[in-house]
């Protein structure tokens, strides 16, 4: 069984950084992408960040040019860097894991951002 485990939250003020990590464990087999997303109280979960087994990336339109999106393989880990924090993106992050066999959710990360 899969597991996600993400770390890196925290209060930071508007204009500040970030970096959440997201570590995989367990038996996995072939990972196609892994996602963050975010969910905001009242608002619908939204995607954040993805990048695919090749590598590749793309951004929601509203952290575009602030928030990076990298992972290390050797280690089953994916990171979002956050950059020029606002207030708007106060939310609680998630991992997401798709492989060939499972799609897994992590527990989540608070990220607040005070004005």
């Known amino acids: 069984q899969v597991q996600l485990a993400e770390s890196g939250g925290g209060l930071v003020q508007a204009g500040g950084s970030l970096r959440l990590s997201c570590a995989a464990s367990g038996t996995i087999v072939r990972i196609i992408a892994m996602h963050w997303y975010r969910q905001s109280p009242g608002k619908q979960r939204e995607l954040v960040a993805t990048?695919?087994?090749?590598?590749?990336?793309n951004y929601a339109d509203s952290v575009k040019g602030r928030f990076t999106i990298s992972r290390d393989n050797t280690k089953n880990a994916v990171y979002l860097q956050m950059n020029s924090l606002k207030p708007e993106d106060t939310a609680v992050y998630y991992c997401?894991?798709?492989?060939?066999?499972?799609?897994?959710w992590g527990q989540g990360t608070q990220v607040t951002v005070s004005s």
């Open positions: 990048i695919t087994s090749s590598g590749s990336t």
């Open positions: 997401r894991l798709i492989s060939v066999t499972a799609g897994v």
